[in-house]
Nanobody, 127 residues
Framework: QVQLVESGGDSVQAGESLTLSCIAS????????LGWFRQAPGKEREGVAT???????GYGDSVKGRFTISKDNAENTLYLQMNLLKPEDTAMYYC?????????????????????WGQGTQVTVSS
């Protein structure tokens, strides 16, 4: 069985930084495609950042330049470094894994490619 567990969500002020983590069991991050998604109340789930099986990365337009996705294969941990947080970043953040993907033109792939999902961690940004 595959399990993804997110952590690091918190309530912060606009302009602050936060790092989310996602640790996996049942799979190894070495060759997987990994992504972060978020869903705000009343809105559709959207792609935030993806790191492809080949190391390519992509970001949603709204977070480009502020967020950075990375991973530690040895620790099987995925990270999302979020800087200059804005109130519109408030959402439930989910990590997800797919057996393979590549990121083209800096754009995250469709979320239906991801087969394994975590339960989410809440990020709230106020100002």
């Amino acid at each position: 069985q595959v399990q993804l567990v997110e952590s690091g969500g918190d309530s912060v002020q606009a302009g602050e930084s936060l790092t989310l983590s996602c640790i996996a069991s049942g799979i190894t991050y070495n060759s997987y495609c990994l992504g972060w998604f978020r869903q705000a109340p009343g809105k559709e789930r959207e792609g935030v950042a993806t790191i492809g099986s080949d190391g390519t990365t992509g970001y949603g337009d709204s977070v480009k330049g502020r967020f950075t996705i990375s991973k530690d294969n040895a620790e099987n941990t995925l990270y999302l470094q979020m800087n200059l947080l804005k109130p519109e970043d408030t959402a439930m953040y989910y990590c997800a894994a797919a057996v393979w993907c590549t990121v083209l033109r800096g754009i995250p792939p469709p979320q239906n490619l991801f087969e394994h999902w975590g339960q989410g961690t809440q990020v709230t940004v106020s100002s």
